[in-house]
């Protein structure tokens, strides 16, 4: 059953966020390149955070998606900045997600939203979406 929210579910945050989070570059990338292909290429690039605080978790790692340019003087490449990709864009990336895992099989959307928690008029809006939904 697909998401009940236009975009973003606030009911993949927590537990099952690493998973979206590691997901969303190769379907960003799968979705990107080919409408910028030939100029430039798509890469997913991981970056490491560092936490001083030797207590919490240490060497988080987390993937990212750039775009790539061939100059064509030497056939260098560099970074460019990526284009805005839209509200659309992310809402399709993130439904096909949604449907591929089959988070529907693991949310029970007749609970809260895990944290963070959400300000008054964003819970309601929350609970009319999963109403209309059916749940």
């Known amino acids: 059953m697909p998401s009940p929210f236009p ?10 966020w ?6 969303l570059p190769s379907e960003i990338r799968r979705r990107l390149a080919p409408q910028v292909r ?24 987390y993937p ?3 775009m790539w340019r061939r100059r064509s003087a030497s056939h260098a490449v560099e970074a460019v900045p990526p284009a805005s990709l ?14 591929e895992a089959g988070y529907d099989l693991s949310i029970d959307y007749n609970q809260d939203p895990p944290p963070p928690e959400l300000d008054t008029q964003t819970q309601e809006w929350v609970r009319e979406k999963v109403q209309e939904a059916g749940f």
Do not use: C
């Open 7 to 16: 975009g973003m579910d606030p009911y993949l945050e927590g537990d099952l």
């Open 18 to 23: 690493p998973d979206v989070y590691h997901a």
């Open 38 to 61: 030939p100029r430039y290429a798509v890469r997913i690039e991981v970056t490491a955070y560092y936490d001083d605080n030797p207590g919490s978790e240490i060497g988080i790692m």
């Open 64 to 66: 990212d998606v750039e």
């Open 86 to 99: 839209g509200g659309n864009f992310v809402a399709a990336v993130l439904t096909t997600i949604h449907d």
